[in-house]
């Protein structure tokens, strides 16, 4: 019987069916219940509480890391950011400063928290060992805080990550992006904006790794059928789209990029893929599309297990860098 009524479903409508059910499954208990969203104090409060339970479902750490949890870089307790560095009697001790994954976890721009466990397990533990710093990132959220101001809160972390990467043995103009979901909109739509990044203050960064998002091109996605969770986050403004879109935000003298898309969607993120690659390639940059037979979730969940997948991801953030290329495996 249920696979019968799976087969009556529209692919939009199954689709929709899939993501609501991973959204209330990675938010956090209290997501899951009312809430009055307007009052920003509560938000925070929300926000405190979504952490916590996130850090007591924090994976043990493996042999050779150590983390530094919490550290500031804004005054909001969402502005917070977990370090994953070798320890000090690390056989991985090198002169030479490590590089640096950024990490940046999804959840529609209202959910998720940076020490989840499909956010950094497999990566902190593949990566880490081999003289990676891995930073994940948290960052405000809605409905307090808009979208825009979510990147600007990437970017800020960035900023101030990089400031202090020597402190942690890393090398701050060896930093790649990574995103899921949320966070990979976020971070493509940063890397589509490098240069007003640089302007600011920012290091040039590597490049960046976006880990299936199905907006590259907001305005398309907007007019047509998409779930609800895209109209909080984007609104009704084709102004705003606009801004929020890395297809139309996209500038001469951005940082390479990787797109992973998830072939099982519905929505068929890899054809927004493909069309900022192409979008990409005719300003003279580097975008290339790599379509994986996952689900959304597993996509971001198996990244760091020894596979073709992570190979393939290895090889993008190899050729960004001679010593990013001579610590992966």
């Known amino acids: 019987m249920p696979s019968t ?6 692919p939009f409508t199954r689709y929709t069916l899939t993501a609501v059910a991973t959204l209330a499954l990675a938010a956090p208990a209290w997501a899951q219940a009312p809430a009055s969203d307007g009052a920003q104090g509560g938000g925070r409060l929300r926000a405190l509480i979504a952490q916590k339970q996130a850090q007591a479902q924090a994976a043990a750490l493996p042999t050779g890391v150590q983390r530094i949890a919490d550290v500031p870089y804004g005054s909001d307790p969402r502005q917070r950011m977990d370090v994953y560095l070798p320890t000090p009697s690390s056989s991985t001790a090198s002169a030479v400063r490590a590089p640096v994954v950024f990490m ?3 959840g529609g721009w209202r959910h998720g928290d940076k020490a989840m466990g499909r956010v950094v397990q497999e990566k902190v533990a593949r990566w880490v060992p081999r003289g990676f710093v891995l930073i994940s990132v948290n960052y ?10 979510q990147e600007r809160d990437v970017q800020a972390a960035l900023m101030a990550a990089q400031q202090r990467a020597t402190t ?3 090398d701050p103009s060896r ?6 979901s949320a966070g ?9 904006r490098a240069p007003q990044a640089l302007r600011e203050g920012a290091w040039p960064w590597l490049g960046t790794v976006v880990l299936d998002s199905a907006v590259m091109n907001v305005p398309a996605y907007m007019r047509a059928p998409h779930m609800p969770l895209y109209d909080d986050a984007f609104g009704a403004d084709p102004t705003y789209w606009r801004l929020l879109s890395p297809w139309h935000q996209w500038t001469a003298g951005a940082p390479p990029m990787q797109m ?12 927004q893929a493909e069309a900022l690659a192409r979008h990409v390639h005719g300003l003279g940059g580097r975008a290339e599309v790599l379509p ?9 969940a198996q990244l760091g297990l020894e596979s073709p997948y992570t190979r393939a991801v290895e090889a993008f953030m190899g050729s960004l860098d001679a010593e990013v290329a001579r610590r992966l495996p």
């Open 168 to 170: 942690w043995g890393a």
């Open 175 to 180: 930093f790649i992006l990574m995103g899921h």
């Open 184 to 192: 990979a909109h976020l971070v493509a739509l940063l890397n589509a």
């Open 292 to 300: 994986q037979d996952l689900s959304h979730g597993e996509i971001n």
């Open 5 to 10: 009524v799976h087969r009556t479903l529209t």
């Open 104 to 106: 940046v976890h999804g």
């Open 140 to 149: 405000r959220l809605l409905p307090d805080t808009p979208v825009d101001q």
């Open 260 to 271: 992973v898309c998830s072939t099982e969607r519905a929505d068929q993120p890899c054809h």
